[in-house]
Structures are given as C-alpha cells and as structure tokens.
C-alpha cells in the first residue's frame, strides 16, 4: 500500500524545510562579511581566520575532544554490557532496577542529572575539572548506547552462537569472535551517539565541571548570552561540518559492513 | 575450572553496568534528597551536612532528628517557584501537542512513502539529531529577533506593517522546543506506522469506511503506542529545560529547569536547589515511569 499522495508529500517537504532551513541560515551568514548576523553584505571567510585566533576557543575545543573521546570509548564499553544484561539474561536479582536506570537516564531533565552528579562529587570529595565531566558524560551516555546496541541484539541469531559453543569456544572467546563482529555497526553507531553527545553537552558539563575545564558548548554559551556573532556561527558551521563528516563516515561504514555481512549469509548458504 | 570463570563472566555482564548505575545515577539522588534537609550555610560546600556516616549509627540518628523541611516550607510559600512548576507543565504540555501536530503528517508521509528513498528519508530526520542542540536553538535567535530574517521576509512580503516581537516570548519557546525535540516525536511515530500492515486499512474501505474514517478507526489507534513514546520522550525533557527558555524566552518566563539553574549558579543556594530538583523530580515520576513500561515491552519484540 504505497499512497505517496500530494498531501505527503507536502508535508515531508515542509516538515524537513523547518528541520534544515536554520541550519541553512546559521551557516550561510558564518560566510557574512558584515559584523550583523542578518544583514547580508558578501562573501567573507574573515570570521573563520578570527576563530582560529581565539585562543580560549582553541583550548576550550581541546577539552571538548578529549572528554567525548573518553567518555564515548568508555560509555559504549559499559553500554554495551548493559545491552547484553538486558537482552541475553531475563531474570535476575534487581533487573526491573536495573532496565530503569538504563531508561530513565534518556528522558531525565539535564539540571537533575547534572545537578546530582555534582553533588554526589561534592560529597565524596573528588576535585572538580576534567575527570569530573567525564565521569559524568560516561553515565548518561551509555544508556543511549546501550539502547541502540540493544535493538541490534534482539534480532541477533543466537544459534551461531550455541555452534560456536558447541565447537568449544568458551562464552568469552565465543563473544569476541562471533557475538561482537556481528554486532559491531550497532556498537560503533553507539560510540559515535556517545560522542556527539559529549560534544553537545551544555548543562551536565556546566554542573559537574571545575576550574581549568571549560567546554566548547560552555565557551559558545557564555558568548551567545553576549550577542550573536558570526564568528559564533563559523565555530557552530565547524562542528557541524565535523559531525556531519562523522555520521557520512559512520553511515558507509556501517552499510559496506552489512552488505559484506550479507554477501557472506549468502555464500555460507549456497556452500 | 572453565565452567567458574564463564559463570564469572556472565555476573561481570550484568554486575559492572549495575554498579556503574547505582553509584554515578541512583546513589546522587539520595544525596540530593538529604542536602535537600538541609540548610544554607556560608561556606564551601555552602550547606550544613545533615549527617556523617563517620559518626555512625548514633550520629545518624542525631542526624535524622536535625532534618529540616525548611527548604520544601520555603518552596510552597514563595508563590515563584509554584508558578515555575505550573508554567513549566503548561509549557511543555502545549509544546509537545503542537510537536504531535507536526510530527505526524512528516511520520505517516514517510512511512507512505516508496520503500527504495524510505532509508533516506530516515536518516534525514535522523541527522538534525546529531548536530548540536545549542546550536539549533541559537540558530534561531537569528530568525526570530525583531530585525531578523522571519520579520525582514514577512516586512518584504508585506504581510506585515511593523516587525513582530517573538524572541524572548513563549512563542519562541514554544518554536524552540517543537524544532529541537521533532525528530524523537517523529522516529517513534514512523516505526509504528512502518510496521502497520495496510491491508487493513484497505479492508476497513472496503466495509465501507471513508478514507478518514478509516485513518481515525484504524490507522491512528494502531500508531498510538509511537505517539505516546514520542510524547514522553518531549514532555519529559521538555518539563526541565533550561537551554530553550533561557536563550529563547524572555526575562518574565518561568521555567523549572531555569530557575533551579538560578537558585544554583547565581544565589549558590544548593539546599534550595536540591528541593527544587526533588520536587521535579516527583512531579515526572509518573510520566517517567509510563515511558519505562513501554520501552520495556517494546523490548520483546
């Protein structure tokens, strides 16, 4: 039943014109050679060069990279365990605990989480800083990767699994070798999730951080309360540039993975 | 030998995630609520700690008689934060009915759609996601300031005589939240409708239902289960949000998440905030509650 009606079409076209068109705009004027945001006045890389100069905008960037890296490595490790207990063990002592700390971390307000952590750090006495946001980063980013690794896992063929086990692979040999290569695009999808997360970050990271760390979405807000600048939209035109790159990058990743996934089901069928 | 380690391995599974969770995300909540019982002191941490699990049993119990309610006192007799609460659910509410309203023409457009560009269509909706929430909402400043492009598009059109003030208003944070949060109204939405089989609509005209009978008797319940997973996942945040009423919303809009922000950062009032953050909290235990169930039938599929 395909109606690929006026009326649908209408609405998909409106609907991802109000997704795009601002971003469209942000990045169109970070080409503005006039100082004003909405007035058009040629074409300009200058506000690009003024970037680049901005030392505490270039340390801030570092910071932000650093966290995400961490974090999302670590986040898709315990991520992905989670997933595994949710998926491959129904019953256990505490699961109905366990499954809401997965979920609720996805729709928790970010002043409750981030307040919390703080606190939390604050009372065990652990420095503020870098540690801090990435401990903090760890935690909420791992349960969106475990539910992105957990929707892969449901319709994973456990029976490949028993045959390796039954040709004497131990539970853990049988997971590196057969469980995770089939699994890997989900989890790599969960590890570029946790990082533009991190990335993003504005709240967690303004509560749970310290002197010395200062993140990139922190540097981009505090000069956003002081007015709209292009050379706030130019740092914004780069970041999206780098996630965008990142998900291109992750997409044919992940396609060429499962087209050689297919090609090789198909193969092993016809032997 | 073999057979102790694998069973080791498979508690490690469950075990390492569990305590990563019961310390970094449950345990705060508890020292949240007890700084919640205390009260403000000039100091750092400016607080006064309820209790010293040094001083063990006794000094726990001493504790407990010390607890004080203040704070949540506080809280019912500054007609403010009643306010923010109540401003914050009507906010939300209406911008996730309005987020309902959008979203589901783009869903049930897509899941029509040929299933060769379905994937496509997917990953569009999906890419806004990935680029950053703050400069979404930034972007939109740009637009909708008085001397900005939606007021200089609409001035040239001549569909208005003077700009329309809608930066720093509801109606801003209204537009923030339906943009930044459309996509997870319309992924939930979609995977229902994908997963619909269309025969039945088809059998459902052939008894004689009008199209839009038909939409409203049979497509529209069978899309329920998405439409409420896609309105727990705006509400939700949307209740506690600090980004969009702060940059997009004026100086008069209260909001929860903005006003714990506030009483934390600029009066470093943390036994106000944590009351504050508890309250929050009990208020979408609910709603919160509600979404866990249903993602964790949906995880039986």
């Not at chain 2, 997917?122 to 300031?145: D, E, G, N, Q």
Request: with cysteine; aromatic share 12%.
């Amino acid at each position: 039943m395909t109606r690929w009606s006026r009326f649908n079409i209408a609405s998909i076209v409106v609907g991802f014109g109000f997704l795009y068109l601002p971003i469209v705009l942000l990045v169109i004027f970070s080409f503005n050679e006039s100082k004003l945001v909405t007035v058009w006045a040629g074409f300009s890389t200058k506000w690009y060069v003024s970037l680049f100069q901005n030392q505490a905008l270039i340390d801030a960037a570092w910071v932000t990279i650093r966290v995400a890296l961490l974090s999302a490595t670590l986040a898709t490790v315990l991520g992905t365990l989670a997933a595994l207990a949710l998926t491959r063990y129904r019953r256990f002592h505490g699961r109905v605990l366990f499954s809401g700390m997965v979920y609720a971390p996805l729709v928790m307000p970010e002043v409750i989480t981030g307040l919390s952590l703080l606190l939390l750090f604050v009372a065990i006495g652990l420095d503020r800083g870098f540690w801090t946001i990435t401990l903090a980063h760890i935690t909420f980013t791992m349960c969106f990767v475990a539910v992105v690794v957990q929707s892969r896992l449901v319709t994973f063929d456990r029976s490949i699994e028993e045959a390796a086990q039954d040709l004497g692979a131990t539970p853990v040999a049988t997971f590196f070798q057969v469980t995770l290569p089939v699994i890997a695009p989900a989890v790599f999808s969960g590890w570029v999730l946790a990082f533009t997360l991190s990335l993003d970050d504005l709240v967690i990271a303004s509560f749970t951080t310290g002197p010395g760390a200062t993140t990139l979405p922190m540097r981009i807000y505090s000069q956003v309360r002081l007015g709209v600048t292009p050379e706030i939209n130019a740092a914004c035109t780069i970041l999206i540039g780098v996630v965008a790159f990142g998900v291109l990058v992750a997409s044919i990743v992940t396609r060429t993975r499962e087209n050689q996934r297919e090609r090789d089901e198909r193969a092993a069928a016809a032997v | 030998m073999s057979k102790a380690l694998s069973a080791l391995s498979s508690r490690l599974v469950i075990i390492i995630p569990f305590v990563w969770l019961l310390i970094f995300f449950l345990a705060p909540f508890f020292i949240v609520f007890r700084i919640s019982l205390s009260t403000t002191a000039i100091a750092m941490p400016p607080y006064t700690p309820v209790f010293d699990l040094a001083d063990g049993i006794s000094g726990i119990l001493e504790g407990i008689r010390e607890f004080s309610f203040d704070n949540y006192v506080w809280l019912t007799q500054d007609a403010l934060y009643f306010n923010a609460y109540i401003s914050s659910l009507t906010i939300a509410a209406i911008s996730t009915f309005l987020t309902l309203l959008i979203a589901y023409p783009v869903a049930y457009g897509m899941a029509q759609a040929p299933r060769s560009i379905r994937p496509t269509l997917l990953m569009l909706v999906i890419l806004p996601f990935w680029t950053s929430f703050l400069i979404r909402v930034y972007a939109w400043i740009a637009i909708l300031k008085p001397e900005g492009l939606l007021n200089q598009l609409l001035l040239f059109l001549g569909v208005i005589d003077s700009p329309l003030v809608i930066l720093n208003t509801n109606t801003a944070i209204y537009i923030g939240i339906v943009y930044s949060y459309l996509p997870f109204m319309v992924l939930p939405i979609y995977s229902a409708l994908e997963k619909m089989d269309g025969s039945l609509v088809e059998a459902a005209q052939d008894l004689g239902c009008t199209p839009t009978t038909a939409f409203w008797k049979v497509t529209f319940p069978l899309s329920l289960p998405g439409v409420v997973a896609g309105c727990m996942l705006v509400f939700i945040p949307a209740v506690g949000e600090f980004v969009i009423p702060d940059l997009l919303g004026g100086s008069e809009t209260l909001m929860i998440g903005k006003t714990l922000w506030n009483e934390f950062n600029a009066n470093r009032d943390w036994p106000v905030s944590s009351a504050v953050a508890i309250i929050l909290l009990m208020i979408l235990v609910v709603p919160i509650m509600f979404f866990q169930n249903a993602q964790t039938k949906s995880e039986g599929r």
